[in-house]
């Protein structure tokens, strides 16, 4: 089984300010991992993944994540962040190989707030 | 291509009734997942289906229910409905095969229970 561990429920910044958002994963067997980002009333949009490869990926606006298998972490960053960015962000996990790639395990999700 | 496509986004039904959710998933995707989304629990994964069989389950009891047809459409229902069964129901589809680890979201069906 796996768990998601989202160490921030809410995080204020202002526009224009480099942002992390932290996300710690337990697991006994290989993962892949993602984060989704929700718009209020909206569903969940896939923001990026690491499947396998290099541990840094990035998403087209902006965002980037890196993978880090010893401390079992894949924080999201952004260098410089965007009003349009205020949203909630769910980091989740699923396990790698076998037949449970439909089986998504999420953490509580983080509330980003951009401030003018 | 259309993307997830989730009937109705809207609900509300009264205690003791029960309801059916559809799922459309993205052309070619074979796998739907479904989900819960609620403000105390999070996001839970309900089940999922493949080639019309379930492939994976959550833990949630027996009331919840689901099934795949051959054109990979899915639906989900819940009988005997209960308060805390209120939340955003959020369905998902991948492909089989390279791209199978990837889950596309629909705009979910918002359900209140009176």
């Known amino acids: 089984a796996q768990s998601v561990t989202q160490l921030d429920s809410q995080v204020p910044v202002f526009e224009e300010a480099p942002v992390e958002l932290r996300c710690n994963y337990s697991?006994?067997?290989?993962?892949?991992l993602f984060w989704y980002v929700q718009y209020p009333n909206q569903g969940l949009q896939l923001l990026l993944k690491?499947?396998?490869?290099?541990?840094l990926v990035e998403s087209i606006n902006g965002f980037e994540a890196e993978f880090n298998k010893s401390q079992t972490s894949f924080h999201l960053r952004k260098p410089s962040v965007h009003i349009s960015d205020t949203a909630e962000y769910f980091c989740?996990?699923?396990?790698?190989?076998?037949?449970?790639?439909?089986?998504?395990?999420f953490g509580q999700g983080t509330i980003l707030t951009v401030h003018p | 291509k259309a993307g997830v496509t989730q009937t109705p986004r809207y609900l509300i039904k009264t205690r003791g009734q029960q309801v059916t959710l559809s799922c459309s998933p993205i052309s070619g995707h074979r796998s739907v997942s479904w989900y819960q989304q609620t403000p105390g629990q999070g996001l839970q994964f309900l089940f999922e289906?493949?080639?019309?069989?379930?492939?994976n389950k959550g833990n949630f009891p027996g009331r919840f229910s689901g099934r795949q047809f051959s054109n990979s459409r899915s639906e989900m229902n819940v009988s005997t409905l209960e308060l805390g069964d209120s939340a955003l129901y959020l369905c998902?589809?991948?492909?089989?095969?390279?791209?199978?680890?990837?889950?596309?979201f629909g705009p979910g069906t918002r359900l209140l229970v009176l």
């Open positions: 690491y499947l396998s490869g290099s541990t």
């Open positions: 989740a996990v699923s396990q790698a190989g076998g037949t449970s790639y439909g089986k998504l395990t």
């Open positions: 998902a589809s991948s492909l089989e095969g390279q791209g199978q680890e990837t889950q596309y």
């Open positions: 289906y493949f080639s019309e069989t379930q492939r």
């Open positions: 697991s006994s067997v290989s993962v892949y």
